[in-house]
């Protein structure tokens, strides 16, 4: 954890590993604060999952676990499930991607934007 960094978001995540992350993660991680963090009077960093419904790329199972683990972890980690969006939503390159898998979604796309462009500027102020 690095105080420095108070927001990130990801968009179209693939969270390959988490399951054994959150399987060996200390007992007691992310208890504590850091002392910068503490000195600061910084709040946990803001992260924002920016996922598409139809990913096939992105199983339920390893999204709640990746939230999990990073809640877990104190950072203020929310979800953004976005309908009918598939992997590469925000890609408009993704039209002419002949992988059913693969879809540009502008709904999506301005939506997810828009979301983790109001995060930076409340973290980030």
């Not at 995540?13 to 504590?32: I, M, Y």
């Not at 850091?34 to 600061?40: E, K, L």
Request: hydrophobic share 40%; net charge negative; proline share 6%.
């Amino acid at each position: 954890e690095n105080p420095a960094v108070r927001a990130m978001a990801t968009f179209h995540g693939v969270f390959d590993g988490v399951e054994s992350n959150v399987d060996n993660l200390p007992l007691g991680a992310g208890d504590e604060e850091t002392d910068d963090a503490q000195s600061s009077n910084l709040l946990p960093a803001e992260v924002l999952i920016c996922n598409g419904v139809e990913d096939p790329f992105v199983p339920d199972k390893s999204l709640e676990q990746a939230l999990g683990l990073l809640q877990k972890l104190n950072y203020r980690a929310s979800l953004l499930q976005l309908v009918n969006a598939k992997h590469g939503f925000t890609n408009p390159a993704q039209d002419f991607n002949d992988n059913p898998s693969f879809a540009f979604q502008k709904e999506a796309a301005d939506k997810s934007w828009k979301q983790a462009v109001n995060m930076f500027q409340r973290a980030l102020r």
